[in-house]
């Protein structure tokens, strides 16, 4: 474990920035995630990254010792939707976990990339290639690149929002409106840690949303991204009352039999790295989901006279 201490004496402005900039050995990212878990301190407080520092306080956090992970390539079978010299964008399975982790050091979308092609480096050796993720229990379209400057075109797009992300999601109850969209910031949550939650000092957070079939007790929506926050659309489904059927974490424990979330990232469009072409990729509705609908009621809404 190392200590690690900072006197604040001419310093000043944001509490992420300061420590990052006084501390060359760790990223902005990384000081974000050691206030958002409680390890760095300001006067033996917790603080928010947005805490404006002031002269005398005293900021500590202990940084754990990495634990090394050696990420082994594996054959797994994998959907590759497209590939070309620079990315890949594969369609994960339900039940696949994007990278290794603790719980999951093998198995993962990356043990399966990685047997089947290099990958860029930036991500280091645990996240190669892995631009952006989707959870285990999603389905869906991904992009990855396989060559670092791949990898910093695609992560510029993701952050000027120039990439169209699309999912289909089935919620629960039934909606009036045939379209929305829900603007509500999104940081962890401070009644559970392993939650996302809305909260009014949380990172910008925007998903829109379209009506596209309803049923008895439930509503298919296509849901189009903004931003791209952990999380988000379950989290801002749940805010308005409309979890995503399945979801263990933020929806009701009684919904429909299956494996996870009914949430699927049907339609990806990102600009090719080296060429600058548009592409846009379209990946069907697993067997799973189509079954579940198939399972339900349709809606038939009363028409105003």
Avoid: C, W
Avoid at 23 to 42: E, H, K, M, P
Avoid at 152 to 176: I, M
Avoid at 186 to 203: E, N, T
Avoid at 274 to 287: I, S, V
């Amino acid at each position: 474990m190392t200590q690690e201490q900072l006197k604040i004496e001419e310093q000043a402005g944001r509490l992420d920035k300061v420590v990052a900039d006084a501390f060359s050995d760790y990223t902005r990212t990384q000081i974000g995630n050691f206030i958002a878990d409680g390890q760095l301190l300001v006067n033996g407080a917790a603080k928010k990254a947005n805490y404006k520092v002031k002269t005398g306080d005293l900021i500590t956090f202990e940084v754990p010792e990495p634990v090394e992970l050696k990420v082994e390539p594996e054959n797994i079978p994998l959907d590759i939707v497209y590939e070309d010299d620079d990315l890949i964008v594969v369609n994960k399975p339900q039940g696949m976990v994007v990278h290794p982790a603790a719980g999951h050091p093998s198995g993962t979308l990356v043990n399966a990339l990685m047997y089947h092609s290099q990958l860029s480096s930036i991500n280091g050796v645990i996240r190669p290639g892995i631009v952006h993720r989707i959870d285990k229990d999603t389905s869906g379209l991904l992009m990855v690149a396989k060559n670092d400057h791949a990898h910093e075109a695609l992560s510029a797009q993701l952050k000027d929002k120039k990439n169209l992300r699309q999912y289909y999601a089935l919620v629960h109850g039934e909606f009036k409106e045939n379209k929305g969209t829900i603007n509500a910031p999104l940081g962890r949550s401070k009644a559970d840690r392993k939650k996302q939650a809305v909260i009014k000092d949380g990172r910008d957070a925007v998903t829109h949303f379209e009506v596209v079939q309803r049923f008895v007790g439930y509503t298919l929506l296509r849901v189009t991204l903004e931003t791209g926050r952990t999380h988000q659309i379950r989290v801002h489904m749940q805010y308005i009352n409309h979890p995503v059927a399945g979801d263990p974490l933020y929806g009701p424990s009684k919904t429909l039999p299956g494996n996870g979330q009914y949430l699927h990232a049907a339609t990806l469009g990102l600009t090719q790295p080296t060429t600058g072409e548009e592409l846009r990729f379209e990946a069907p509705l697993p067997d799973y989901f189509e079954a579940a609908l198939a399972n339900l009621q349709p809606y038939h809404q009363e028409k105003d006279e």
